[in-house]
């Protein structure tokens, strides 16, 4: 069992928790993740670690409520206890030694992009980060990613705070002025595919993190196999990161559609809304 130590609401859909889990504390590194369980009877969830603390034993992850469980576990308040969490699970995102990177996050992709930020500001290396939402009210982690950047830029789409557009507009701005070493973009698949073709020109190392279905996090079941390079991969196990220069967007993208019509098939059989 373990328990929910702090909950936040970052905005209507997302919610943030820090759990008492010590032992992945002690292991867990940034650019991975853990799979929880609310209950015995409960299905398994992919969650993006957002933070964590050594010293105090926590983790801190955030979900965006979009399907029952995760509607669940939105309900769920300080002192409740989640019935199982695995991890650390995936690969520990691979930096490097960049001296100035861009860190770019859209809507609560920002809740993994952050501990990037993190990460590559305690490395030492010049951090500036891109965080893109559609509006100014789902704005999250603006503060935290204050701290850990050199720049911040905050776009939206409809203008309603900070600059009117998307976050390949500032990266590409950026990128024709100065050099960096290495580009992170973490949030939907169409995102990341235009921020990789906008570095690709010129170079730079460009990672994304991959967010396909995932069931036990172990490799096994094959539902979040991607085309990375022409082989087939397994974010769970050989990512979530990989270059984006090398990653099938394309059929990414067909594979979460076909998912999640199969989801809503399945809930209007049973008869859920």
Do not use: W
């Amino acid at each position: 069992m373990f328990k929910i130590l702090k909950k936040q609401k970052l905005n209507e859909a997302v919610t943030s928790f820090t759990v008492e889990a010590p032992f992945i504390a002690k292991k867990v590194k940034a650019g991975q993740f853990v799979i929880i369980r609310l209950d015995k009877t409960g299905e398994r969830i992919p969650l993006t670690v957002s933070d964590f603390d050594r010293t105090a034993g926590t983790v801190t992850t955030a979900g965006q409520a979009v399907g029952y469980s995760t509607k669940k576990l939105a309900t769920f308040c300080e002192g409740d206890f989640i019935a199982d969490m695995v991890g650390p699970l995936g690969c520990p995102t691979e930096f490097g030694n960049p001296k100035k990177a861009i860190v770019i996050g859209g809507g609560v992709g920002c809740a993994i992009a952050y501990p990037q930020a993190k990460a590559l500001k305690n490395m030492g290396a010049e951090v500036t980060v891109i965080a893109g939402f559609r509006s100014k009210d789902i704005v999250i982690l603006e503060e935290q990613m204050k701290k850990v950047s050199d720049k911040l830029y905050i776009t939206t789409d409809d203008g309603s705070y900070g600059q009117k557009g998307f976050v390949t507009d500032v990266l590409n701005g950026l990128i024709v002025k100065d050099s960096y070493d290495l580009v992170i973009a973490i949030g939907p698949v169409p995102m990341m595919k235009f921020v990789s073709a906008a570095t690709k020109p010129y170079g730079i190392k460009t990672l994304v993190s991959l967010n396909p279905i995932m069931i036990d996090g172990t490799g096994m079941c094959g539902g979040c196999r991607v085309s990375v390079g022409g082989e087939t991969k397994f974010a769970c196990v050989d990512g979530p990161d990989f270059d984006g220069h090398l990653v099938d967007f394309d059929e990414l993208t067909l594979r979460n559609g076909f998912y999640k019509e199969e989801e809503a098939h399945a809930c209007k059989m049973g008869g859920l809304n």
